[in-house]
T-cell receptor, first 114, second 115 residues
Framework: DGGITQSPKYLFRKEGQNVTLSCEQN?????MYWYRQDPGQGLRLIYY???????QKGDIAEGYSVSREKKESFPLTVTSAQKNPTAFYLC?????????????FGNGTRLTVT | KNQVEQSPQSLIILEGKNCTLQ??????????LRWYKQDTGRGPVSLTI?????NTKSNGRYTATLDADTKQSSLHITASQLSDSASYIC??????????????FGAGTRLAVHP
């Protein structure tokens, strides 16, 4: 089955540590996205990539970094510079940069930083 | 400012009843509007997409409407089932001045269907 796999599902880290969230897709989509979901708020875009070896900052990129070395993979690193990293992180992909095709989401990683 | 507002914030209904969720937006220029269903602890899944010229679109027991003049959309769920318990997210797409697509997400309506 084609889809997006995020791992791990739950992640716990101490404050000051960097942590990397994995996102893999086998849908052959060019575009991939990272969103952050907080209670009572709409999803907010962290980073997106429309093609391998290229990515762009979204609305809340500070404290995060990404790479896109392979079409299938788009890992997100939450650095110690992110002031409020505890959240639910969703990775997504789309066939036509989201214009008409839907976003296909993974099942998320819930990150808790204490 | 481009915004998407959803109401109500949460809703409880009995199994078998109908309900309607609302989405108002101020996004411009409008490209399309999509409704997603998000089960707890899972990623959102697309239910339906509405373009500027479409007024109504159905997907099984889900019917979405769009009034582009008033910038309102609704999602009507008929004969609700326990499995309809989820958050429903309204997402509006517009094309920015730079020519790329941007999505604005509503905060969602959390629906609980009780037996």
């Amino acid at each position: 089955d084609g889809g997006i796999t995020q791992s791990p599902k739950y992640l716990f880290r101490k404050e000051g540590q960097n942590v990397t969230l994995s996102c893999e897709q086998n849908l052959n989509h060019d575009a991939m996205y990272w969103y952050r979901q907080d209670p009572g708020q709409g999803l907010r875009l962290i980073y997106y990539s429309q093609i391998v070896n290229d990515f762009q900052k979204g609305d809340i990129a500070e404290g995060y970094s990404v790479s896109r070395e392979k079409k299938e993979s788009f890992p997100l690193t939450v650095t110690s510079a992110q002031k409020n990293p505890t959240a639910f992180y969703l990775c997504a992909s789309s066939a036509d940069r989201g214009r008409n095709s839907p976003l296909h989401f993974g099942n998320g990683t819930r990150l808790t930083v204490t | 400012k481009n915004q998407v507002e959803q109401s109500p914030q949460s809703l409880i209904i009995l199994e078998g009843k109908n309900c309607t969720l609302q989405c108002n937006y101020t996004v411009s220029p409008f490209s399309n509007l999509r409704w997603y269903k998000q089960d707890t602890g899972r990623g959102p899944v697309s239910l339906t997409i509405m373009t500027f010229s479409e007024n109504t679109k159905s997907n099984g027991r889900y019917t979405a409407t769009l009034d582009a003049d008033t910038k309102q959309s609704s999602l009507h769920i008929t004969a609700s089932q326990l499995s309809d318990s989820a958050s429903y997210i309204c997402v509006v797409t517009f094309t920015s001045s730079g020519g790329y697509n941007k999505l604005i997400f509503g905060a969602g309506t959390r629906l609980a269907v009780h037996p």
